[in-house]
């Protein structure tokens, strides 16, 4: 722990998510951790419901954020539950139980459901992206197990014959989705090289999106979206959420440490071939192309989408920051980390819950300090967006200028993803969830 114009995703990615940043995201309703506080309270019984066909009059309380949920509104909550977990704050008991309350009652998670009490129905868009971050929250949050248990079953129900997950069940396996769905198996306490479909594991499915020796050289090693016949491209988006999950990693990554400063190794040809990809070498590759893309755009990505080529991509560079800190490459995740502590501020608040809670994930995976970034403290402008946390573990400085305490919920995201592509900059996997377009 994800889906961009910036998931959007791991992923709900926007340029200005979405990961579940940058792209044109999932149709429909998606975009696109070790326990440490148990969050108190029960979560509300999952009952089930439709997602609304039309924008909410009167956001419920706990939900994370003042924009209208519903292509997103399971995603960021799961974030922002993870990110403040990660960082020793207790959520929200409301936020919480917002939070499993909206489970249909065969385990799967659709974007939003403004009524939890009417049941999940065959129009009911369910979304293997909401469901996998949901799990990684509330795996991570304690006290949810059959909640988590009802998701994962949900999910190996809808796995694809050759071992992946697209965002919506019945469509073609992609690289975002099924690296988002490893992480929730990961933090459920599966073993996903275990979860096979007619054989076929999410790890097989996953190594079939990278490019290979047969690519150009300066391509090699990066991860395609989704393979539709034709030459894949290269997608950056994919890649960092492809790093992640051929690592076994979700959301929440181990800080990389000052002294992690692992080089990384480009894909090895021989003979213009590639050699056997096993998962963790297929992830090496990527971190290898995310390094190479960073260092010739002056450590930032650039946005893909259509006449916003040259700006940079901030959701993206967030991601890429995180994959490489799975992977080790410490040195090389606080470059583009330091970037983002001088580029990210009005991105952040612009996307809301998603966007502060994917900076606070990288600032913590690549060993910076969420509470001092570029001066400005993340972990007290992720609360400021939700209900008021039960608990700091540590005290944040003083709030942002803007940033306010609530009941119910404050500034959110301001993209959004599903049937259309998300229409700004800079979303990244985290933010939106999943990003359905080429390039890098």
Request: net charge positive; aromatic share 6%.
């Amino acid at each position: 722990m994800a889906t961009t114009a910036s998931q959007a995703p791991l992923a709900p990615r926007a340029s200005t998510a979405p990961t579940f940043a940058g792209l044109a995201r999932r149709a429909a309703a998606a975009l696109a951790g070790a326990a440490l506080l148990c969050a108190a309270g029960t979560p509300v019984a999952a009952a089930d419901s439709p997602a609304p066909a039309a924008k909410a009059s009167k956001l419920p309380d706990g939900l994370y954020g003042t924009k209208d949920p519903q292509y997103d509104g399971v995603w960021r909550q799961s974030l922002a539950l993870l990110a403040q977990r990660t960082v020793g704050v207790r959520p929200s008991v409301t936020g919480v139980d917002w939070l499993a309350g909206q489970q249909c009652s065969d385990g799967a998670f659709a974007a939003f459901r403004a009524d939890p009490a009417k049941a999940c129905d065959g129009k009911t868009m369910r979304d293997t992206n909401q469901t996998g971050a949901a799990v990684q929250a509330l795996a991570a949050l304690g006290g949810h197990d059959d909640a988590v248990q009802k998701a994962v079953k949900w999910l190996k129900s809808v796995q694809n014959k050759d071992g992946g997950w697209s965002s919506m069940s019945g469509s073609p396996s992609d690289a975002n989705s099924t690296s988002v769905v490893i992480g929730a198996l990961k933090a459920a306490g599966e073993k996903p090289e275990s979860v096979k479909k007619d054989g076929k594991s999410p790890y097989d499915a996953l190594v079939t999106f990278q490019l290979g020796c047969e690519a150009k050289k300066g391509e090699r090693g990066a991860f395609a979206f989704q393979l539709k016949g034709g030459k894949p491209a290269p997608n950056a988006d994919a890649t960092a959420a492809a790093v992640l999950g051929g690592l076994g990693d979700g959301f929440v990554v181990d800080p990389a440490g000052k002294d992690a400063g692992k080089p990384v190794e480009p894909l090895k040809c021989d003979g213009g071939k590639a050699g056997q990809r096993d998962p963790k070498k297929a992830a090496e590759g990527g971190a290898a192309y995310l390094v190479s893309v960073l260092d010739a755009g002056g450590q930032h990505l650039k946005s893909a989408m259509p006449g916003a080529e040259n700006q940079p991509d901030v959701g993206n560079t967030a991601d890429a920051v995180l994959a490489l800190a799975a992977g080790s490459h410490g040195a090389a995740a606080r470059k583009p980390l330091q970037w983002l502590e001088k580029n990210s501020a009005q991105w952040a608040k612009e996307g809301g819950p998603a966007a502060y809670a994917q900076l606070v994930l990288a600032a913590h995976a690549a060993g910076g300090d969420p509470r001092a970034f570029g001066g400005n403290d993340l972990v007290a402008q992720l609360n400021a967006t939700g209900p008021k946390p039960a608990r700091s573990a540590a005290p944040s400085a003083t709030p942002q200028k803007g940033a306010k305490d609530k009941d119910d919920s404050g500034s959110g995201t301001w993209w959004i993803v599903g049937i259309v592509f998300v229409a700004s900059v800079g979303a990244g996997f985290l933010v939106s969830g999943r990003r359905n377009k080429s390039g890098s």
